[in-house]
């Protein structure tokens, strides 16, 4: 499939029901929630782990496929360092081939070897994601247990646990695939398909313990007819609409409340002639908007 030669912006929602869903290691794993805003925030490499997770899942593994493999990777929970993945790749061209991350999301290549100029390079990423966030205030839950496990017959060991989650968060990311970059990666439309495929869903896949609970509810793509142009800020054109009163912090459900996307259709209204399509990759049926997004 052709190269990529047009900029875009990507705007994804899902949501978790007592999940957590981006711990913080320096905070006993707890959900990272801001302090001033009351909202959860999950970091672009948790993201990203998603979509690599997903893709090795589906065959990128650099074993059924040689030229179908993941960059940055972990194998029995541990991460392969950058040395050993050096192994794999002879040269700029032969990374860029093999790893679809990298020409996603750009990688620094870590050989053992220094002097081999052949195998140190850097590629910016084309893909790059802020911060997500709720798009509400959380609340915290804080769980308590116990396990038991026998140790020798007629004997058994009790293990205490303490964990974190949060009771329902409505998440969104924004993201823009830049032009200039892809060129360097040899990113092509077959490579953002599936990434789209892989955000949608890597999230619905997401069936761990502290990350069961996750559904993709939106995921909406915008692609611009010039280069270098895009609206952006389209996550901060999303609000919600309460039902019965409910408090933003109390929400357990996709259907507590409304999307409001009347901000987002005026910023795209006010920049059509700048817009080559505006597409609904994928949306869930539960979910309610205020107006449909504008795609013509």
Known sequence: MSAVSKRSELLFLYDVKKANPNGDP????????????????????????????????????????????????????????GKERSEAYNSKEDFLQKFIDARLFGAVSAPGDKTDKKKVFHFTGPVQFGMGATLH???ENFIKGTGGFATKEGAQQKTFREEY?????????????????????????????????AMWNGTKNLLTRSKK??????????????????????????????????????????????????????????????????????IDDRIRLSEPIKTA
């Open 26 to 81: 320096m905070d006993n794993n707890r959900p990272r929630i801001d302090e001033e805003t009351g909202k959860c925030l999950v970091t672009d490499v948790r993201l990203k782990r998603t979509v690599r997770d997903y893709l090795m899942a589906k065959g990128y593994d650099g074993k059924s496929d040689v030229n179908k493999d993941i960059f940055i990777r972990d194998e029995g929970d541990m991460p392969v360092t």
């Open 137 to 139: 205030r959380v609340k």
């Open 165 to 197: 989650n949060i009771f329902y968060g409505l998440i969104g990311f924004h993201g823009v695939i830049n032009e200039n970059a892809a060129k360097h990666t040899q990113l092509t439309e077959a490579d953002v398909e599936e990434l789209l495929g």
């Open 213 to 282: 609970g996750h559904t993709p509810r939106l995921l909406v793509k915008v692609t611009y007819k010039e280069a270098n142009f895009f609206i952006g800020e389209l996550l901060e054109r999303l609000s919600l609409k309460s039902e019965d009163g409910k408090r933003e912090e109390s929400f357990e459900d996709i259907t507590d409340f409304v999307i409001d996307t009347s901000q987002l259709n005026q910023a795209l209204e006010k920049h059509w002639t700048n817009i080559e399509k505006v597409e609904i990759i994928n």
